[in-house]
């Protein structure tokens, strides 16, 4: 069966700090990754979808970044986090052939 | 623009209390709406999948339902382990086929 990790599940980091959060899924290969953000009283806002190893699309401009170094990795990045980065963010996927998207457990992030 | 609507924003129903909530969408391009049940510090966690006007859905209490417009999820003789945030989501035709959300409904059944 397929698993999605994702960590760490909670960080505080200071204004202007670099960050990177990690997701990994098991169980399925070439699945499209997603990041989304839920902020409080907001919906989930994507951020990055990738179709494959190298392939990022970015829906909102911000300072952040992602990467997928592997199949079944995908990375969000920053160089300098904004006290607006904080949230609980998510990453998700789907296999190629199927709509549903699976959640990971997500990484609470507080910038102070 | 592609929009997902949910209502109420809260519900407070008391054990055994049916009711619904409900989600209405204008999203291009629809490939499907779906429903997420979400606790406090957790991820969404899928529940269902619904493609085309009048099809329905279940699973224990709660039925899934779609018209042309809008969605409801049915909550029938819900019980305090209900209790979750309840979030749809229609599902775009481009952008990896990634989802577009509602911001859910707040729902709280008492004993």
């Known amino acids: 069966s397929q698993t999605i990790h994702q960590w760490p599940a909670t960080l505080v980091q200071p204004v202007g700090s670099p960050l990177s959060l990690e997701c990994t899924v098991e169980g399925t290969s070439n699945p499209n990754l997603y990041w989304y953000r839920q902020a409080a009283g907001r919906g989930l806002q994507l951020l990055f979808y990738s179709v494959g190893i190298g392939q990022i699309s970015s829906e909102v401009p911000q300072n952040l970044s992602a990467s997928r170094p592997q199949d079944r990795q995908f990375i969000l990045s920053s160089k300098k986090l904004l006290l607006s980065d904080s949230g609980f963010y998510l990453c998700?996927?789907?296999?190629?052939?199927?709509?549903?998207?699976?959640f990971g457990p997500g990484t609470r992030l507080t910038v102070t | 623009e592609d929009q997902v609507t949910q209502s109420p924003e809260a519900l407070r129903l008391q054990e055994g209390e049916s009711s619904s909530l409900n989600c209405s969408y204008t999203v291009s391009g629809l490939r499907g709406l779906f429903w997420y049940r979400q606790d406090p510090g957790k991820g969404p966690e899928f529940l269902f999948t619904l493609y085309s006007a009048g099809e329905e859905k279940e699973k224990e209490r709660l039925k899934a339902t779609l018209t042309k417009k809008e969605s409801f999820l049915h909550i029938t003789a819900p019980k305090p382990e209900d209790s979750a945030t309840y979030l749809c989501a229609g599902r775009q035709g481009h952008s990896g086929y990634a989802l577009n959300f509602g911001k859910g409904t707040s729902l709280l059944v008492t004993p």
């Open positions: 998700a996927w789907n296999g190629q052939g199927g709509y549903e998207q699976y």
